[in-house]
């Protein structure tokens, strides 16, 4: 129990003492946490504002970073040159952060945003390079069609009611289609006949884990007695 800290009356709940009118202790520290709540600068910060502050600190040390090495490239070189391939990284990055951390009230935005950004990455440092046909003859497919299969396992998560191992299943799927892919297309690309090798192994690998997975997911892991499951 509180006692007022003049005269050592107990004074309970009450807002002041009774004897001496002192104010009661609890009632002081209780309208300070009150202030301190209310203080808009020592609230916590929402989802929201530190999505913002990420982002600006990652814009201000990409922006900085890219001055350093145009700098110094000029410096050294005394022209632009081996300062781009880094830049054309740090850009990509920036890309990817700001529509996932700006872009949040249009999904379709961020979702193009984070697709075009990754082959228009390849096709800068094909360009750089001065060879741009291996970017979109085999780089540009690649990175599409993968996106593509993250797309597509996206979606059928999403749509999932119950989530669990499936979702890993899914993953598996997914990579075995990209490890089909990638095969597949660089095959296309070295002008000889599609003869699947690594990738066929790779994905007779990954389905039975996958398709275990599923088996556990959608009917050990949903029944509540296994002695009636199993008909033991």
């Not at 916590?44 to 145009?70: D, G, M, N």
């Not at 597949?184 to 192994?201: C, E, H, N, P, T």
């Amino acid at each position: 129990m509180p006692y007022c800290p003049d005269c050592g009356v107990e004074i309970g709940q009450a807002p002041a003492c009774p004897l001496c009118g002192a104010t009661n202790p609890r009632t002081r520290a209780e309208e300070k946490a009150a202030n301190f709540t209310d203080d808009p600068l020592s609230r916590p910060f929402t989802p929201q504002e530190s999505r913002k502050i990420a982002w600006e600190v990652l814009s201000v040390a990409f922006a900085i970073a890219v001055i350093a090495l145009l700098s110094i490239n000029l410096i050294v070189s005394g022209r632009i040159s081996w300062s781009l391939y880094p830049i054309s990284t740090f850009a990509f990055i920036w890309v990817v952060a700001t529509s996932f951390l700006v872009v949040r009230k249009a999904p379709r935005l961020r979702i193009a945003l984070a697709a075009l950004d990754l082959p228009l990455y390849l096709l800068a440092l094909g360009a750089f390079v001065g060879d741009s046909s291996w970017a979109w003859k085999l780089a540009v497919p690649i990175a599409l069609f993968a996106e593509l299969v993250a797309l597509c396992v996206g979606l059928i998560v999403r749509a999932s009611r119950r989530k669990g191992l499936n979702v890993l299943s899914y993953c598996l799927v997914g990579a075995a289609l990209v490890c089909l892919g990638v095969e597949i297309l660089v095959d296309l690309y070295m002008g000889g006949g599609i003869r699947l090798a690594w990738s066929a192994i790779t994905a007779l690998a990954l389905v039975p884990i996958a398709s275990f997975l599923l088996y556990l997911h959608y009917r050990v892991a949903t029944s509540t007695n296994l002695r009636r499951l199993f008909k033991l």
